[in-house]
């Protein structure tokens, strides 16, 4: 996959983006309404935030029998996955890369499973989908990531609804002054020996339109055992969005100046779209995740 090859401090976010992710996400509890939006296009017109992350426990829909399978001598992977997510998948074993004097630090990690899917119905964005599955003792012995692994087991304990730092995000896919910038439909799920949480994000480091290149659902999930950490990248689509960010404002001093604003009223607006306004269907994506059963040989 490439990004293996990545740098590894792009787990990590950019001071300056950081403090304005913060900026934004604090203010949706501020009584005060935002500065308007400039009116160059797309102008977005504030609406309220959802009142809540949390799924409702009284629902219980039957989950299908798993159409995914991989075995990897060590443990097992399962989960099911529909029509409208993905024409197929495969996993594939990505081998550990060992420490030699001409191996980058960065390049330098175990052995990891990872899928790659075949008939994804958004492919017009920077990424692809994956889902990784991380050995988390093996990879814990590297900082950066054991305080990922940390961090995601804090915030799955205290289920927040907003998290202005930003949220744990794996693989490291991202340049390192890359920072969020969107952090929009916010849900924790379950799933048969653990949970996680989903959400749709953004990441840059200029100012520019939240756009449908690179918006994506992210799965950032724990077994209860904590011997497994999931990470999932999965691009999505928004009738709201343009399809890039090579939309240049008419007015582009007045965009720079009132960009917050623009991201908080672009965040709400996603917040007010039904699922299955995504493409795939947030729903779609949210079973497949739910569907997850992963055993690990004793």
Not at 114 to 140: K, L, M, W
Not at 249 to 276: C, G, K, M
């Amino acid at each position: 996959m490439r990004n293996r090859t990545r740098q590894r401090n792009r787990i990590g976010v950019g001071p300056l983006l950081l403090a304005l992710s913060v900026l934004l996400l604090a203010a949706c509890g501020s009584p005060e309404s935002p500065t308007a939006v400039p009116t160059f296009e797309p102008t977005i017109t504030p609406t309220p935030i959802l009142p809540t992350a949390t799924p409702d426990p009284s629902v219980n829909t039957p989950t299908p029998a798993p159409n995914a399978h991989f075995d990897s001598g060590v443990g097992a992977i399962d989960f099911t996955y529909g029509i409208s997510v993905t024409g197929g998948l495969t996993f594939t074993q990505l081998p550990a890369v060992p420490p030699t004097e001409d191996t980058p630090f960065w390049e330098i990690v175990p052995e990891l499973v990872a899928t790659e899917f075949f008939g994804y119905p958004h492919t017009d964005s920077a990424y692809a989908p994956t889902i990784q599955f991380y050995p988390v003792a093996e990879f814990a012995t590297d900082p950066e990531y054991a305080q990922v692994f940390l961090n995601t087991e804090n915030l799955l304990a205290d289920r927040p609804v907003l998290v202005p730092a930003g949220i744990p995000l794996l693989p490291p896919i991202f340049e390192a002054d890359e920072a969020e910038i969107l952090q929009a439909h916010v849900q924790y799920l379950r799933f048969n020996g653990g949970s996680g949480v989903r959400y749709l994000s953004q990441y840059a480091n200029v100012a520019t339109l939240l756009n449908n290149f690179r918006l994506f659902y992210t799965f950032q999930g724990l077994t209860d055992d904590g011997a497994t950490y999931i990470a999932a990248i999965m691009p999505v689509a928004s009738s709201i969005l343009p399809a890039d960010g090579q939309v240049i404002p008419s007015d582009t001093e007045a965009f720079i100046a009132n960009w917050p604003s623009y991201l908080i009223n672009t965040r709400d607006q996603l917040n007010a779209e039904p699922v299955h306004r995504f493409t795939p269907n947030l729903a779609a994506l949210d079973a497949l995740f739910s569907s997850l059963r992963i055993r690990t040989a004793r």
